[in-house]
């Protein structure tokens, strides 16, 4: 669903040509159909996935045989938490005007492709899951690290609040976490028994751990202990700022005898793995009490032996993952999530400006963002802001 070059009108963009190598190259801007808008980017965040995608440990873009089809072959545009203002709107389009400003969901599914009949997923409030599913930034359609993407109408939420660029892009990871804790509510309501969750074991203060502190906090109003653990001392500070009971070093304190002195040697119900780290599965047969809820939300893990998993196996807990911000439609077309996930910071119950600590100005930024700058100690968040 992807539009078509319109010859003469040319844009820049960031594109990755092989692992580790972005150039910043004027290729045709779209066209769009008439259901469609065209966006005039004005930020992207990046993310996880992103440095995945452009250190070679992950390449989503695939043929019809799942096999990844190279970089060399199929250049990529990355970028996928996108945000910007309406430049043009399809002749069918009424409820999108120019300078509109807008988020966008990413992904295509039988709504956005406009199928008369929906997928059974789609149907079902899982439209990540969609049989047809495609996203721009990672499945090798087109992202938001260039001056302008096409996309459906339907995918484009208008913001309503004076929210800045960099701040309206973080609806995209907040929305993944929104859907996160959906997956994990059907899974406890799948339960013969609900038990209350008293402790919480987040494993991460990235984006997404530092999100899923707020959001368990100030919207699912939770308010038993909250542990959260990362070896970045900044990262550990934002998580006591959100609301977590005890911020834990793993690399200078042992993290399962810090849980079991707060949990009475119990183990906490709920741990959520947002690091992206092997060696939390290492320690998670004595970070978690027996039957407690697993969330496996990071991704990576490499080096793993997947003989960890027989301990933790032993414990029975109800393990849960996600990926994406689907969860079904609005009455309009819109994504559900997406929209819940824009309400959230515009009535600023959920605070995104303090995990922004770097801004860029130029696709030829990129590179070094990926590749240096993510690494660093002082690094949390960073956004394209053009």
Known sequence: MSAAPVTGHMMKASVLCDVHRLE?????RPVISPYEVL????????CGTDVHIFAGHANYNTNEYGQPI???LQPQILGHEITGAVEQVGSAVSDLREGDRVVIDQGLNCVSRRREVLCEYCRTENSHQCEFYREHGITGLPGGLAEFIAAPAVNAIKINASLEASTAALVEPLGCIIHSSDMVAKARARESEQRRVRSVLICGAGPAGLLFTQ??????????LLFVSDPNERKRQLAKTFGADEAIDP????????????????????????????????SMPGL????AVVLLYGHGHAGTDLSVLSSILF?????????GASGGFESDGRPAVYRRALNLIEQ???DVVPLITHRYTSFGDVEKALSTDIHTDDYVKGVVVL
């Open 288 to 291: 978690i009490c027996k039957q």
């Open 315 to 323: 414990k029975e807990p109800a393990l849960a993952s996600s990926v």
């Open 348 to 350: 600023k119950r959920i």
């Open 215 to 224: 959001y368990l906090r100030h919207v699912l109003r939770y308010e038993g």
């Open 39 to 46: 966006i005039r980017v004005a930020a992207v965040g990046l």
């Open 70 to 72: 190279p970089l060399a």
């Open 24 to 28: 910043v190259r004027d290729i045709p």
């Open 251 to 282: 690399a200078g304190a042992d993290l399962v005898e810090v849980v079991h002195e707060h949990t009475g040697g119990k183990g906490v119900e709920y741990l959520i793995e947002a690091s992206g780290s092997g060696e939390v599965f290492r």
